[in-house]
């Protein structure tokens, strides 16, 4: 791996971690308003240390460990950079399963935005999705999964295995994430408990909406050290802009939209390279910066309308 490369896959990481933590920036930001300075000031320091360190460097590591349980914690984290022929033979072997599943948890996540979640509409598809197909997306999404499951049984069953397990991952992490938002939001009025409390539970909840990112994130790489860095990087981003900046990140309201395009992009990526195509480790890179780049152009071109009626 080139050191372009390395970087274009640590930019990319970076980006996609902020555009897809808004929303949980968002409410965390409200969560904040009610705690003291001092507090506010320790969850931008050693909160970042938990969100990084412990959340976003352990769980792509865990995650590669299990699927190569045989090159141990240390072994899995350095696995990507070994010359080892019987580590990196491990490593391919489990990596069509590690894309099917992150890929098909991806595309649920997309479709369950586009069909069932309210947003600003970009475009009038949306609107007309949201309100007038909803009732589809399960149907939908049930068929995406029987397609990847036949299709790739017989060529190799642990591809059909990891897309089973990745749709599983998506019910339960979607119903933690439903009660995460309504026990933020009650956070947010609760006046009662203390600031500490308040810091434990909003860790805890960033845990949870952290697992977009770090599924994400194997559709750049499946360098551990990389996802590390780059995903590490975009959360003390969010976190500085979650009590500094947040208002203006609020301003572009289609932000949002991006990154649920950007997350489909990712997970096709995803489930294409479980299929042994061969796709550049520049394409996911290029593929966010560019939708997000056409969601602010559209965020900023709304803003400059607003304007005009004001």
């Known amino acids: ?15 996609f971690e902020i555009i897809s933590s808004i929303d949980n920036a968002v409410i965390n930001a ?13 969850f931008l320091f050693y909160g970042i240390i938990i969100a990084v360190f412990v959340v976003r460097g352990l769980l792509p590591l865990i995650i590669v460990y299990f699927a190569n349980p045989d090159l141990g914690l240390v072994g899995s984290f350095w696995a990507t950079f070994s010359s080892d022929p019987a580590v990196k033979e491990s490593i391919e072997k489990s990596t069509p399963i590690l894309l099917a599943g992150g890929g098909i948890y991806l595309v649920f996540l997309f479709f369950h935005w586009l069909f069932l979640e309210t947003k600003e ?25 029987l397609f990847v499951v036949w299709t790739t049984i017989k060529i190799n069953p642990f591809i059909a ?39 434990l539970y909003l860790e805890l909840i960033d845990t949870t909406f952290s697992i977009d990112g770090v599924l994400g994130a194997f559709a750049f790489t499946m360098s551990v050290p990389l996802i590390v860095l780059g995903n590490g990087l975009g ?9 500094h900046g947040l208002n203006t990140i609020k301003k572009y ?9 950007s997350i489909l992009s ?15 480790s520049f394409t996911a890179p290029i593929i966010t910066f560019v939708v997000v780049g056409i969601f602010f152009w559209l965020s900023v071109k709304e803003l400059e309308k607003e ?3 004001k």
Request: charged share 15%; hydrophobic share 50%; proline share 0%.
């Open 253 to 261: 309201r289609y932000l949002k939209n991006g990154a649920m395009y």
């Open 235 to 243: 959360a003390y981003i969010v976190r500085y802009f979650t009590i």
């Open 266 to 280: 990712l997970g096709a990526i995803m489930i294409g390279e479980s299929y042994n195509l061969q796709i550049s």
């Open 121 to 145: 509409y970009a475009f009038f598809l949306e609107k007309y999705v949201h309100h007038k197909l909803n009732f589809w997306f399960y149907s939908i999404i049930s068929l995406i999964l």
């Open 161 to 199: 295995l990891g897309a089973v397990i990745g749709s599983t991952a998506f019910f339960i992490t979607t119903g933690f994430k439903t009660n995460a938002e309504a026990a933020e939001k009650e956070l947010s009025h609760n006046k009662t408990m203390s600031d500490f409390a308040k810091i």
């Open 30 to 42: 409200d969560v904040l308003v009610t705690m003291s300075q001092r507090a506010r000031k320790w």
């Open 307 to 309: 304007k005009v009626l």
């Open 1 to 15: 791996m080139g050191v372009a490369e390395a970087v274009a896959i640590v930019l990319g990481l970076s980006l």
